[in-house]
């Protein structure tokens, strides 16, 4: 007699949890857009703006974002050049980016790793001018090793941009699409 209505509490005991977690979770399939309406199809992603004294950041940025939509939504990416079609236009401006130096060698008394900080401000605004999406504080970080042959600065200095972008792309693509 007991077990029955012991099963039966049991039963309740583990799928009330679960029921309770399906329905507040926010659960969405991935490409759909938490943020942006059923209406947008298209989206234009003019250059950045870059507010730093460092010059092509913008350009790595905005092509990783690009790379970032194509890849992983629905939306088609319309060129720059194409602003006035698209039915949602994401901008973005660099705020600040600093490299200071993060580890030292203890033999030389020189830097052998910095550190580059990023931050920006994006908004996906519709073709009223409605803001579907805004983050005025990304802030990324990006670690690289030094070289004592400065000709060769630049060149160490790339691929950590090109990694830090990569990170913000994915970030701003999953804040845009995710919201829980």
Do not use: W
Not at 50 to 76: C, D, G, I, M, P
Not at 88 to 95: E, M, N, S
Not at 103 to 123: D, E, F, H, K, R
Not at 171 to 177: A, F, H, K, T
């Amino acid at each position: 007699e007991n077990k029955p209505s012991m099963l039966r509490g049991l039963q309740v005991l583990f799928v009330s949890p679960l029921l309770l977690l399906s329905i507040g979770c926010g659960y969405h399939a991935m490409g759909s857009a938490a943020h942006v309406p059923e209406d947008v199809h298209t989206i234009a992603v003019p250059f950045f703006q870059n507010r730093t004294q460092f010059s092509h950041t913008e350009v790595t940025l905005t092509q990783a974002t690009v790379q970032e939509l194509n890849t992983r939504t629905k939306f088609r990416v319309l060129p720059r050049e194409d602003v006035g079609e698209a039915d949602a236009v994401l901008k973005g401006t660099v705020l600040s980016e600093t490299i200071v130096p993060y580890t030292y060698n203890v033999t030389t008394g020189q830097s052998s790793s910095y550190m580059i900080t990023l931050t920006a401000s994006v908004s996906l605004t519709d073709r009223d001018g409605r803001v579907l999406y805004r983050h005025d504080g990304y802030t990324f970080h990006q670690q690289y090793e030094a070289t004592s042959d400065l000709s060769t600065f630049v060149q160490e200095d790339s691929p950590a941009m090109g990694r830090l972008s990569r990170d913000f792309a994915q970030s701003l693509v999953s804040d845009m699409l995710e919201s829980f």
